[in-house]
C-alpha cells in the first residue's frame, strides 16, 4: 500500500508487483472513488487532477460501468466472425480453452500476469505455435471489446510469444488429396489443381485475373507478389488444360465487382455466384475436417508443389527458380526428398573408378 504521507499517497499497486497502479480518493462528498491509471508516473498525475477538480468543484463521477465478463466478449467475437465467415480458422478448441481459462472472470480484471500464466500452463501440452495462436485469438477479442466500448484496453500488450519454429515439412500425400478433393466443393478443385502444380500463394490465386493469363506463351503473370516484382510462372499442360476449361465454362452473363477487369469474369476464380473469394475459410476447414486431414493449412499445398518437384529429380537451383526464393536457403528445406536422386548420381562416379584404364591414366 502507499505510505499516508508523500509524494505516494493515495496510490497503490494492484496485484502486487504487477506494474498496474490505481489511485484512491474521496469527493467533495465523502464518496470514495477508485480509479486504474497505469505506470505509477501517471497514476500520480492523475491523483493530483482529480484532487484538484475537486477543490475547485470540477469534478464530475464518471458513470460505473456495467460488469462485462469476459465470456460475453468471446461471444460477441464469435458472432462477428460467423458472419464474416472467419470463425472456422481459429477452431473450437481453442475458443473453449479461453472460456475455460478467463470465462467468468470480468474483462477488466484479467492482466498480463494472467494471461502469462494461462500462456506457460498451456506451453506444457502444446507446441509454440498453437499456444501463440491462443494468445492471437486473445488479442482479437479483446480488441473487437476495445471497438465495441465494452472494454477500455486490451491486456494482452506486453505479453510476449514464444519464438516458433516457422519450417513445416508437411505436404499432401496422393491418397489425401484425393480425399481433399472429394469433400471440397466442385468450383474449388481448379483453384487446388492450380495451386499443387504452380506453388503459387493463395492470394496470388484468388488475385489472378484472366488478363494475367497467356495461353499463347503458356505463362502465368504474378502481380505485385511477396518479392514486390511482377513474376512469371510456366504453365504444364495440367494447368493449362485446366484453365482452359474453367474459361470455356464460365458464362458471358458473371456478375462483375468492382475490382474485377472489364474483360469476361475478371478475376480466374470465383465464388459460385461470381464474386470475388474474400476466404476459403469457411470450405476449406470443414472439408479438412470430412476428409480426416489433420494439420494442414492451404499454404501447404505450396509445400507439396515442392515436395513433389524435388522428388521427381528436379534440382534445387531449378527448384528455387520455380519456387520464387530469394535466397536457397529456404529451398534447401527440401533437399532431403531428393536424397534417392543424389545418390543416383554419386553412383556415376563408380563407373569412372571402374573404367579399364583409370588406374593407368592416374
Known amino acids: 500500500m502507499a505510505r499516508k504521507d508523500g509524494k505516494d499517497r493515495g496510490l497503490y499497486e494492484h496485484p502486487t508487483r504487477s506494474g498496474i497502479w490505481w489511485i484512491c480518493y474521496f469527493d467533495a462528498n465523502g464518496r470514495r472513488h477508485r480509479e486504474r491509471a497505469g505506470s505509477k508516473g501517471f497514476a500520480r498525475k492523475l491523483y493530483e487532477k482529480r484532487k484538484t477538480e475537486i477543490r475547485e468543484e470540477r469534478f464530475f463521477p464518471p458513470q460505473r460501468r456495467r460488469t462485462v465478463l469476459f465470456e460475453e466478449l ?21 475458443y473453449r480453452r479461453l472460456s475455460q481459462a478467463f470465462g467468468s472472470q470480468p474483462a477488466a480484471a484479467i492482466t498480463p500476469i494472467a ?3 494461462f500462456r506457460d500452463q498451456l506451453s506444457r501440452d502444446h507446441a509454440p505455435a498453437t499456444v501463440n495462436r491462443h494468445l492471437q485469438l486473445l488479442r482479437a477479442i479483446f480488441l473487437r471489446g476495445v471497438r465495441d466500448g465494452k ?11 514464444y519464438r516458433e519454429n516457422n519450417r513445416r515439412d508437411r505436404y499432401l500425400a496422393d491418397r489425401e488429396e484425393h480425399l481433399l478433393l472429394s469433400a471440397l466443393p466442385q468450383w474449388l478443385h481448379p483453384v487446388v489443381t492450380v495451386a499443387l502444380h504452380t506453388g503459387m500463394r493463395k492470394g496470388e490465386l484468388l488475385k489472378l485475373k484472366w ?12 502481380r505485385t507478389p511477396k518479392s514486390g516484382e511482377d513474376e512469371h510462372l510456366i504453365m504444364n499442360d495440367t494447368v493449362r488444360r485446366t484453365l482452359m476449361e474453367l474459361r470455356k465454362s464460365r458464362p458471358n452473363n458473371v456478375p462483375l465487382t468492382s475490382r474485377a477487369l472489364s474483360d469476361r469474369g475478371g478475376y480466374v476464380f470465383t465464388a459460385p455466384e461470381g464474386g470475388y473469394i474474400h476466404s476459403l475459410n469457411r470450405y476449406w476447414y470443414p472439408a479438412l475436417r470430412r476428409a480426416g ?11 507439396t508443389f515442392a515436395s513433389r518437384a524435388a522428388m521427381s529429380g528436379v534440382d534445387l537451383y531449378t527448384l528455387q527458380a520455380l519456387m520464387r526464393h530469394r535466397s536457397p536457403q529456404m529451398t534447401q528445406r527440401y533437399a532431403h526428398l531428393s536424397a534417392a536422386h543424389q545418390r543416383e548420381a554419386v553412383t556415376l562416379l563408380d563407373r569412372w573408378h571402374q573404367r579399364p584404364n583409370a588406374s593407368a591414366e592416374r
Open 211 to 222: 488478363a494475367d493469363v497467356d495461353f499463347l506463351s503458356g505463362t502465368i503473370t504474378v
Open 115 to 117: 494471461i502469462e500464466v
Open 293 to 303: 486431414i489433420e494439420d494442414f493449412r492451404f499454404h501447404d499445398l505450396r509445400h
Open 74 to 94: 468471446l461471444e460477441n467475437y464469435q458472432r462477428a466472425c460467423t458472419g464474416a465467415h472467419r470463425g472456422e480458422a481459429w477452431g473450437p478448441e481453442r
Open 151 to 161: 472494454v477500455e484496453s486490451t491486456p494482452t500488450n506486453g505479453v510476449k510469444l
